[in-house]
Each structure stands twice: as structure tokens, then as C-alpha cells.
């Protein structure tokens, strides 16, 4: 019998340039996931645990360079991120706005606000 975690996990990459694709499910870390929208089928191991919708790596992301999403840089990561793992505010800095690295890496609050 075909359990959950043997069905086919599926992330999006944008352009053929993007370092990062989307996943179009929630992923655990172990799981095999096929890349969609390049020409030559991709396949990565998840390294960590990703919520839907969020960013993995596919490649060597080195520490303070592009975070590559739709052909251009959307981020520049803070720390070297391997394939497979997730990208986001604990490991990259928006290239818009430079209070995400205040962020927190989960819920995306800001940390230099006080909430009431």
C-alpha cells in the first residue's frame, strides 16, 4: 500500500537561472522531491523539514551571495546553504528590505517591533 511519504513531492523552479524553487507540497526531511519547469528532470533529498510554499535550495547557495527566484535576486543569503535545505530568514536577507534579517525565521514578526 502507497503511503504519503512514498507519493512523488513536487517544487516549482521559475527560470532555468534560479538557485531556489518552491515547494508545491509540505516536504520532511528525507523525502525525494522532483523539480518541475526545467527542461531535463531535477531530483533533490530535503535536508530539513519545509512548509508548503517556501523556498529550497537546489544548489550550493555560498554564504553572502544571490538568493535567485523568477531570473533575479531576491535575497542575498547570510550563511552557506547546502541543496536541499530551506531558504528563508534564518539563513538569507531580503535584497528589498533590510529589516528581514530582524525577522523572526518563523512566523516573519518583526523583532525590532513591540507588539501589543
Request: a negative charge; hydrophobic letters at 40%.
Amino acid at each position: 500500500m502507497e503511503t504519503r511519504r512514498d507519493q512523488e513531492k513536487l517544487c516549482f523552479r521559475v527560470d532555468a537561472a534560479d538557485n531556489v524553487a518552491t515547494l508545491l507540497c509540505a516536504a520532511e526531511k528525507g523525502d525525494r522531491i522532483r523539480v518541475q519547469g526545467d527542461a531535463f528532470p531535477l531530483h533533490l533529498d530535503v535536508l530539513e523539514s519545509i512548509a508548503l510554499g517556501h523556498k529550497i535550495a537546489l544548489v550550493e547557495i555560498p554564504k553572502c551571495a544571490f538568493v535567485l527566484k523568477y531570473g533575479v535576486p531576491i535575497g542575498i543569503s547570510t550563511a552557506s546553504i547546502r541543496p536541499g535545505e530551506w531558504v528563508h530568514l534564518h539563513n538569507c536577507r531580503s535584497k528589498v528590505d533590510e529589516r528581514s534579517s530582524h525577522f523572526d525565521p518563523i512566523s516573519g514578526a518583526a523583532q525590532d517591533t513591540e507588539y501589543v
